[in-house]
Structure formats: structure tokens, C-alpha cells
């Protein structure tokens, strides 16, 4: 196997009773990469990620973290991984410099206090370091979950849906923290619902539905991200998308109500406002339509979302 | 090891719950003592077996004094402690899991094991110093308020032991006691790792000593059967150290079977921590 395949997972496989939550899942994760591991709510993303720490049993399936079996060596690969699972939970009636000294003593034999003041000036919260946690805002907890994730300076970094309940600068704030830490050097496993999230910020990723491995590879190479959808709200869709189909560099072309869909190559964009322009029409807006949802949804169909 | 117990004890003595069963005890015992003082001794002198004393007997000195009040205090607390024991043990794992911060320590490099162990080893300190806590409190209170002087036990018939006995047997008692509360600790810490909310544990466990304890005291033929087979039967063991002479044999039983019923309810314990997935 490739040393530089830091998680890999070979047919990995949980069953509950008879719900399968995952099946036959075949992963591996680059050295310094960024993985986006994507999926609907219920996919099976929580259940993969608790696997890969240990807190549930694999039914079947191998589990190696760093070119090694996480069964025969969960002591020293933990230790060399940082994670937050789902929401972050702290002992709230504990301050957050205190929560992390219990994390990095369960991590390291002997913690460094230099690194609890390290990583809670990652995530500019030094200055609350003393306060209780349960006074802390739902965004300050949860860079506090990152916080604790990034303590004994972890090689492997598994973040679960980092950015749920987040407001708008919140969860700008923990993306560049995340694109931060991969510049670093961190490899970073990061499981997501929010398709524009995985597009910003992974160069890899999987999609997995109903505990399956629908896709895996680049982002770019999936996405084919040289061509991409525009809407473009336009007068007389009917006859824009007619035009349009007569030249060889439109992809496809589909006319809905006040607007056309248009599939090109994003360097054509000004081609094809020119060539409408003068042909009369009138052009109101261009939008790009996300890619990802649309690659996610032709993937999976929209029902299944 | 010792880390892993620091960090328990740091998050368990940081609980305000922690410090329930300890402030009850210090209430409850110094209104007890009070109320007895104020009742200057009418308590002991009203009972029928007392006046039999009386009447047969020439009674010298203060038998109203700490070690009685202390013997009487470990009657009527002992009753109440299993559930400030319950719920801080029956806290430890159920607890984390409703939090969610299980799953935050069990994703560290320390085995389940060595987390158990740890969480073990504070509910069994906890027990004791429970239990160290009432013998203190109502010992020394007890001689403060009452003085000292030959302890009156009203166990099968009437029995009285010279001071230097008495304190002997309440060396004797007390760790009795506490072995029997760290059984209760022991099913607590079960229960805790049978459900995910912290209620539970605690409910669960109180019914089955309040449960088992009703069957222990009954003199029903068919409870009678049970009986063997009930640790509550054998925690009362500590009330034998104030029988003359000391029934060795009865209390090396007792012991065995408490430590027995321990090492049960641990293993069990264990056994499903070691293999359950974590879902909370």
C-alpha cells in the first residue's frame, strides 16, 4: 500500500440488526489532503467517522489508519489523530482551558500547556480560555471542538459536519481555519452535508448514499469543472436556447420559464452574452449554478437527497 | 493510571451533585444530634426495653453519648446514603453519554479498560469518603454534644460495651459499611452502562435496593427463599460488629458474598462498556 495513504478503509461494513449503515465502503485519503466525505443526512457519514475512531465495531471491513490495522494498534494511531464527532460536547460547568487539559492528558502522558494556549489562539479564543463553557456561544464551542481536535499536534484531522449550526461568519471563519491548517500540513478528513463546503475546500472526495460508496475521486476530474451550468435569465427563453443549440460550443441548452440553462465552458461566458446581446435579447441576470449539487443530484437522484 | 483517576476526580468534585450526599449529612446529623440534646436523653429513657434496664439494673454515667448517638445516626443514614452514592456512580458513564463527552474521551488513545477503571476507582472513592464523612461528622459531633461513655446497643437484646469497645467496633463497622455501599456503587456503575441518560441509572438502582431491601426485611416464606441471593441481605453485615461476641464467621460471609456481588455487577459492567457502540 502507498505510504502516503494516511486512512483507508477496505470494505468496510456496519450492520444494526438488520439495517445496514454501511456497505463494502472502500476509501483511502491522501497525505495533506484535504477529503471531502460527502453524503445526504442518514448516508452513513457518522457512522463511517465513528468507525474510523473506534467508538463502534465494524461488522466487516479493515480499518487502516497510517498504514496500519486500527484493531491491533488503536493506542498509538488514536494518538496521532484529532476529531470532532458531530456537535462538540464539553463538561460545561468546566472552563474551556480546564476541558482542554482533561483532552490533552487523555492524548499526551504529559500535555505541554503551551499547546492548550496554541490551539485556543488558533481558534481566537485565548481570551475566554478561563470562562466556563456554558456561557460560550454555539459558534465558540464549536471552534473549541476544533480546538480540542487540533491538540498534541495531530497528523490526521476528522472533522463531522464542523460548520452545522453555524451563522454565516462562523462558518467562514472555521473554512479558513480548515484551508489554514491543510497549508500546514494537516491532512484533513471532513464530512459534510453542504455541498458547497466539500466544493471550496476539497481537492478529493467520496460520496456515499444509503451506506454506499456512490463516487470517489478528485473534485475537479468528478465535477469536470471546465464546464459548468449557468442560468441565464433572459427574455424569449424559447428562442435564446434555439440559438444557442445551433453552436458547437454550448454543451447542452434547456429553456425553462424566464430562463434558459446553459452548459459551457466558463471562458465561453462572454461569448455567449455577446452572441445574445446581438441577437436582440435582453439578458437580466447570469448566475452559475452550483456544480457539485448538480453532479450530487444527477448521482443520486433527486429523491434520495 | 493515576491521571486518568486525577481527571475523574477533577470532573466529578467540579459537580455540584458530587457535594449533595456531604451537605446532607451535615445537615441532617447536626439536627439530629441537636434535636436529640434538646430532648435531653427522653428519646432513650421512653423505650420499654430501657426501663427493663432501669429496673434490673443500677445505670451509672451517660449512656445518651457520642457513640450511642453515632451508632444511631449510622442506623438511620445508612438507609439514605445508596442514593447520594447512586447518584454520582450511577453519573459516571450515563452521564458522559447524555453529554456527549463520552465520545470525546473514547476517541483518545487510553483503552476503554483504563477509562472504566478509572471511573471504577472515583465512584469507590466517592463511597468512602461518604462513609468517612459520617463517621467523622457523627463521631465527633457526637462527643462534642454528648461526651463519651459505655455504648448501649439495642441488637438482639440489650448489650452494653465499654468505650474502648465501642470504639473498636465502629473500626470494625465503618469499612463494613463502606464495602456494602461500594456494592451499591457497583450496580450503579451497571446500570450506567446499560442506558444513555443519567436518570435512569439512578432510578433504576434505587428501585432494586429499595426493591431488595423490602424483600430482605420481609418474613414472607417466598421472600425468605430470595433472600440468599440478594446483596441487601449481606449489607447490613456492618451491624454485626456491635454484637458480642463479633459473629467472625457470619461477617467473613457477608464480606464474600458483598465482594462477590462487586466483582459481578463490575465484570458485567465491563464486559458491555468494552464492546458497546458509542452513539450518543
Known sequence: MNSDIVLYTGRLTKRFKNVIAVEDLDLSVSRGDIFGFLGPNGAGKSTTIRMLLGLIRPTDGEIRLFNRSLENNRKDLLGRIGALVEKPSFYNYLSARRNLEIFATLTNRRPDPRDIDRVLDIVALLHRADDKVKTYSHGMKQRLGVAQALLGNPELIILDEPTAGLDPKGIKEIRRLIIELAQQGLTVFLSSHILHEVEQMCRNMAIINKGRLVVHGGVKELLNSDSDIFSVKVDRPGEAADLLKTREWVESVEALSGAITVKIKEQQVPVMTELLVQSGFHIFAIQPQRSLENYFLSLLGADNV | ?280
Not at chain 2, 462513609?131 to 446497643?153: E, K, N, P, R
Request: glycine letters at 6%; a positive charge; proline letters at 4%.
Open chain 2, 1 to 280: 493510571m493515576f491521571r486518568l483517576i486525577r481527571l475523574e476526580w477533577i470532573k466529578t468534585f467540579n459537580k455540584l451533585r458530587t457535594y449533595i450526599g456531604f451537605i446532607a449529612i451535615c445537615v441532617v446529623l447536626p439536627l439530629l444530634f441537636i434535636g436529640l440534646k434538646l430532648d435531653k436523653g427522653r428519646f432513650l429513657t421512653s423505650s420499654a426495653s430501657y426501663n427493663v434496664l432501669e429496673q434490673n439494673f443500677h445505670i451509672m454515667g451517660n449512656l445518651l453519648n457520642g457513640f450511642f448517638v453515632s451508632q444511631l445516626a449510622m442506623y438511620f443514614l445508612m438507609v439514605h446514603i445508596p442514593f447520594f452514592i447512586v447518584l454520582v456512580a450511577g453519573d459516571q458513564i450515563a452521564g458522559e453519554a447524555t453529554a456527549g463527552t463520552l465520545r470525546m474521551v473514547l476517541i483518545r488513545p487510553p483503552s476503554r479498560m483504563r477509562i472504566f477503571a478509572a471511573k471504577v476507582a472515583i465512584s469507590l472513592i466517592y463511597t468512602i469518603m461518604m462513609v468517612l464523612c459520617l463517621a467523622v461528622l457523627s463521631l465527633g459531633l457526637g462527643i462534642i454534644l454528648f461526651g463519651t461513655g459505655d455504648l448501649l446497643v439495642r441488637e438482639e437484646g440489650l448489650l452494653i460495651l465499654s468505650e474502648q469497645q465501642a470504639v473498636c467496633r465502629f473500626l470494625i463497622a465503618y469499612p463494613l459499611a463502606m464495602l456494602a455501599m461500594g456494592v451499591v456503587a457497583a450496580l450503579a456503575l451497571l446500570l450506567s452502562v446499560l442506558v444513555e441518560n443519567a436518570i435512569g441509572p439512578i432510578i433504576g438502582t434505587m428501585a432494586i435496593v429499595v426493591i431488595s431491601f423490602i424483600i430482605s426485611e420481609t418474613p414472607i416464606s417466598l421472600f425468605v427463599k430470595i433472600r440468599p441471593f440478594l446483596f441487601t441481605t449481606y449489607s447490613k453485615v456492618w451491624q454485626k460488629a456491635f454484637l458480642d461476641p463479633i459473629p467472625f464467621n457470619d461477617i467473613t460471609i457477608s464480606v464474600i458474598y458483598l465482594f462477590l456481588y462487586m466483582v459481578l455487577f463490575l465484570g458485567a459492567a465491563f464486559f458491555i462498556f468494552n464492546r458497546r457502540d458509542i452513539l450518543s
